[in-house]
């Protein structure tokens, strides 16, 4: 597993060409009633082809932690077009 330190703004970039996903850190708060641990929120760029899910909705979708979905449903269709998802998709609960 690759760490990476960033601080609320700062984005990480995760593959090329049409299957790009950007990861922007869009908030960092102390949370009430979490004992004071902190929250972040992420806002993810992905193209249209690529599923985002939380970890806990990708396991009920596709079984735990299963890497035997068929291609399509990883993402990868061999399209030209970008399809890169306009604004942010905000993550967050």
């Not at 990476?4 to 090329?16: A, F, P, Q, T, W």
Request: aromatic share 6%.
């Amino acid at each position: 597993m690759l760490v990476l330190s960033r601080l609320k703004g700062e984005s990480v970039i995760i593959g090329y060409g049409s299957n790009r996903v950007r990861v922007v850190i869009s908030d960092i708060r102390r949370q009430e009633g979490l004992n004071g641990k902190m929250k972040v929120r992420l806002g993810i760029d992905a193209p249209v082809n690529v599923p985002v899910h939380r970890e806990e909705i990708y396991e009920k979708v596709y079984g735990f932690m299963n890497d035997s979905q068929p291609e399509e449903e990883k993402g990868i269709d061999g399209s030209e077009d970008d399809g890169m998802i306009e604004g942010q998709l905000e993550l967050f609960g």
